[in-house]
Nanobody, 124 residues
Framework: QVQLVESGGGLVKAGGSLTLECSAPGKVDGISARSHTLGWYRQAPGKQREFVASISKGFRPIYAAFAKGRFTISRDNAKVTAELEMRELIPEDTAVYYC??????????????WGQGTQVTVFA
């Protein structure tokens, strides 16, 4: 079992940047965790939770259309962490961002575990 904790959210002016991190501060099965796909989702008030980006065990990234060219996902298997670098932020990016570990090597849509989320607010 891995407890996921997101950090790095906050207030930022449109056009600015934020970097989110997903960490596992508690006990972790490193071998198992490194075999899983890591990803980020976001949810704005009144909207469905939506996919943002994912990165497979083999470091292959996938991005939602709105994230491509602005967001970069990465992972550090040694530390069992995932980061999401967000650039050129716009107010539409305002949401709670959640980290997910999927129990599959390359499918973020598989069943998995979630963090509690971190708020990102972008103002014009």
């Amino acid at each position: 079992q891995v407890q996921l904790v997101e950090s790095g959210g906050g207030l930022v002016k449109a056009g600015g940047s934020l970097t989110l991190e997903c960490s596992a501060p508690g006990k972790v099965d490193g071998i198992s965790a490194r075999s899983h796909t890591l990803g980020w989702y976001r949810q704005a008030p009144g909207k469905q939770r939506e996919f943002v980006a994912s990165i497979s065990k083999g470091f292959r990234p996938i991005y939602a259309a709105f994230a491509k060219g602005r967001f970069t996902i990465s992972r550090d298997n040694a530390k069992v962490t995932a980061e999401l670098e967000m650039r050129e932020l716009i107010p539409e990016d305002t949401a709670v961002y959640y980290c997910k570990r999927a129990y599959d090597e390359d499918d973020i849509g598989a069943a998995g575990s979630w963090g509690q989320g971190t708020q990102v607010t972008v103002f014009a």
